[in-house]
């Protein structure tokens, strides 16, 4: 069982900066792939950004230029900084890891962008 915690959510301007962060339970180089997704209500989990092994990224490329994820290996944290936010980026953000084949996630956090 992997044990994620998601924190860095909130209420943010349009045009603002968010840093998400994803503390993971077992070291992120041995997780291999994690990831940032998120949801709106009644929508699909949406994928965001990937690290894998604390350190190669990978970007929907709807996502990229504005989002950019990052790990810690030291910390087993990653990290998405958002930059320039929409109003259509509000949903809960969640992180995910794989270990043996089973997805964990986190509880997610809330994003809202709102003037």
């Known amino acids: 069982q992997v044990q994620l915690v998601e924190s860095g959510g909130g209420l943010v301007q349009p045009g603002g900066s968010l840093k998400l962060s994803c503390t993971a339970s077992?070291?992120?180089?041995?997780?291999?792939?994690m990831g940032w997704y998120r949801q709106v209500p009644g929508g699909q989990r949406e994928w965001v950004a990937s690290?894998?092994?604390?350190?190669?990224?990978q970007y929907p490329t709807t996502m990229k230029g504005r989002f950019t994820i990052s790990g810690d290996p030291l910390t087993n944290t990653i990290y998405l900084d958002m930059n320039d936010l929409r109003p259509e980026d509000t949903a809960v953000y969640y992180c995910?890891?794989?270990?043996?084949?089973?997805?964990?996630w986190g509880q997610g956090t809330q994003v809202t962008v709102s003037s």
């Open positions: 077992e070291s992120i180089r041995v997780l291999g792939t």
């Open positions: 690290i894998s092994s604390g350190v190669r990224t």
């Open positions: 995910k890891a794989r270990k043996l084949g089973a997805d964990f």
